[in-house]
Every structure is written in C-alpha cells, then in structure tokens.
C-alpha cells in the first residue's frame, strides 16, 4: 500500500519542514551565541537592512495616526536647538559641529541629521526623538524632556537644513551669552 499525498499537502509539509528548521537553525544561534553582538563589528547587510527597514516602517505606521504639529515659532527653534545642542549634538554632531570621537565605536553609529528634516515627516521625528530607536543608541526622552521639548527640537530639526557652521555657532554663543534662570533656594 502506497500513500498518496495531493501535492498541495505535499507543498504545505515542505513549507513546515523548512520552518522548522529555520526555527531550530535560530535557536541554535541564539542558545549557542553564535551572533557576533560586539559593536566594534558591523551588522552583515542582511541583518543591516532588515533592522534599518523595520525602523522605517514602524516608525511611519506609528506617527501616522499623530494630529498635526504645532505650528513652530522662532522661540521653538531657539529652544529647540539649546536642547539639540546639549543633548544631541554629541552623537549626531552639527553644521561644522563634528561628533564625539567614541561615536566611531557604535554598532550602527548614529546618523548626521544636518538634512533629516527631508526624510521624516515632524510627527515622525515627534517619534524617534520622544521614544527612541531600540537597538542603535537614540535613547528616548520621554522622561527628561517634555513634550514641548520634544517638539522643539523637531522644530529645530525643520529648520538645520537652513543652518551653516556660522549660523550654528552664532546660535551656541548666544545661547551661552543668555543669563541663566537663578538657582531655587535651598
């Protein structure tokens, strides 16, 4: 007696075996650490890519329910570059602003943001700048920043493509000429 298999049963345990050993080829991976997670070596391009899509798209499905920005002053962008300047500058440098050299040590290092502004929609930068990006670095500000904050600094963001090196240090040299709020007493 022969078994007689219809070829659509046929197709669907092909397509079980090859999950599964997809499945136990990434357990071992992971049980075995056969990942290299040093940051000192980069992801392999399919790892890179597929990370590097995954962001994008989340990060677009997830600011396209988001109402409308405010609408941004000149107040914001000051306001909003005080905190680039302090906060972000370090890892993604500025108009004639380098970033730190340790950055050089990060798996994947974070991007210039001179010309972000024309990649990303406000509220999506709203995102990745309120909840950070898992896995490259970009903490979120969600809990030292407010949400004013962080609508300042995309307010900032829109306007970096305008900036020039000494756009930006006029701006950091009146940011430290500004007096600073008095200290609350003790």
Request: proline content about 11%.
């Amino acid at each position: 007696m022969t078994l007689r298999l219809s070829p659509w049963l046929k197709l669907a345990l092909a397509w079980s075996a090859g999950l599964a050993t997809v499945g136990v080829g990434g357990l071992a991976v992971i049980l075995f650490g056969y990942f290299d997670v040093t940051a000192s070596t980069p992801h392999p391009p399919l790892i890179a890519w597929a990370t590097h899509m995954t962001m994008q798209k989340a990060i677009r499905r997830n600011a396209a329910g988001m109402p409308p920005p405010p609408r941004f002053t000149a107040a914001n962008v000051q306001h909003g570059f005080a905190l680039y300047d302090s906060h972000c500058a370090v890892c993604h440098g500025g108009p004639g602003v380098p970033r730190a050299p340790w950055i050089s040590g990060m798996t994947p290092g974070p991007p210039f943001l001179l010309d972000t502004a024309r990649h990303w929609t406000p509220n999506q930068l709203y995102r990745i700048v309120r909840h950070g990006v898992r896995m490259t670095g970009m903490p979120a500000w969600d809990q030292t920043l407010t949400r004013t904050d962080v609508w300042d600094v995309v307010a900032f963001l829109e306007a970096l493509p305008g900036y020039t090196a000494s756009d930006y240090t006029r701006a950091r040299a009146a940011e430290t000429a500004q007096p600073s709020a008095p200290s609350p007493p003790s």
